[in-house]
């Protein structure tokens, strides 16, 4: 993401702790998500989704 549209994002949020647990919760919840399943192997894939889990 450009710093720029990151700045913008970040002028939202009224309070750094807001942004701090948003960050947070996007993170956890990206790493869930985004596993890039068409481009690993079955057993790759578990291990990073048990990871992702795991993190929670």
Same mark, same amino acid.
């Given at each position: 993401?450009?710093?720029? #549209? ?6 939202r949020?009224? #309070?750094?702790?807001?942004? #701090?647990?948003? /960050?947070?919760?996007? /993170? ?8 890039? =399943?068409h ?6 894939? =578990?291990?990073?989704?048990?990871a992702?889990?795991?993190? =929670?």
């Amino acid at each position: 993401m450009p710093f720029r #549209q990151r700045d913008r994002a970040m002028l939202r949020f009224r #309070q750094m702790k807001t942004l #701090q647990k948003f /960050a947070s919760v996007h /993170a956890n919840v990206h790493n869930h998500f985004s596993l890039e =399943r068409h481009l690993v192997d079955r057993v790759t894939y =578990r291990e990073r989704r048990s990871a992702a889990l795991g993190e =929670r």
